[in-house]
């Protein structure tokens, strides 16, 4: 296995732990703003270097993390925290996923992914192919929602670290993918990482807000979430770093 990495779902991920989703498989770009990241996983899957497939991902990668600081730029300024973009961007790393889902066999469960929220900041999903699989499930809402992407649909989506950096202002949504029809799926994910401790700013507390989380190492989250103690528990934001 080369695409590897030492922290929790970066790398190559398939049916094997940590979880079991026979229908999914996945690769993963760290820091996928960096060409030089970029050029070491193509060489990965070429060891003799595919220049233009380099070039190509390396356009699309740069273009989604953009439009991922744009978005946090949009965010941060809505809540009367702008002055804290820069700082936050700087210390942002980003992780792109390219992911298959296969047709289901005979009898096979048509799960892709089970419901679940991000421990990203953000996620930015891309679908290919037009074959839908996404589904939603809102804030204070029983039902799942489909997502119906067009070909040039980007979805931003809050994860649970931005749920305790806003004080629970964001919601994190639940999702999943259900995998129906005759053909495969194949979309990508850009999912936002703190390299620090993430603090929640004091703009965001007030008397109809009081303090709900504690300041926290993003990927100390991650790695919580990895851990068979998560499993118990229903949001590993406030399990993790809740007051």
Not at 41 to 54: D, R, T, Y
Not at 97 to 106: A, F, N, V
Not at 111 to 117: C, D, K, M, N
Request: proline share 5%.
């Amino acid at each position: 296995m080369k695409n590897v990495s030492d922290k929790p779902y970066h790398g190559f991920l398939d049916s094997r732990a940590p979880f079991v989703l026979p229908l999914h498989q996945s690769l993963g770009i760290e820091n996928a703003s960096s060409y030089e990241a970029v050029q070491s996983f193509v060489n990965l899957l070429w060891p003799s270097g595919n220049h233009h497939f380099c070039e190509n991902l390396f356009a699309y990668s740069k273009k989604i993390t953009e439009m991922e600081q744009l978005v946090k730029r949009m965010v941060f300024e809505s809540y009367g925290v702008g002055k804290y973009t820069d700082s936050h961007i700087a210390s942002t790393t980003y992780l792109l996923r390219t992911m298959k889902y296969r047709i289901p066999k005979m009898g096979e469960e048509n799960i892709g992914a089970e419901a679940h929220t991000d421990k990203s900041f953000f996620t930015i999903l891309h679908q290919f192919d037009g074959v839908n699989g996404l589904q939603i499930k809102p804030k204070n809402y029983d039902q799942w929602l489909g997502v119906h992407f067009s070909p040039n649909y980007f979805l931003v989506m809050a994860g649970d670290a931005c749920l305790a950096w806003s004080n629970g202002r964001i919601h994190s949504a639940t999702h999943r993918v259900i995998i129906e029809g005759n053909k495969e799926r194949y979309s990508t994910a850009l999912f936002s990482y703190h390299k620090g401790i993430i603090e929640i700013p004091q703009e965001l507390v007030d008397d109809k807000h009081p303090l709900r989380f504690k300041p926290f190492n993003h990927y100390g989250l991650l790695g919580y979430f990895s851990t068979d103690d998560c499993d118990k528990m229903p949001s590993t934001a406030n399990a993790y770093c809740g007051v």
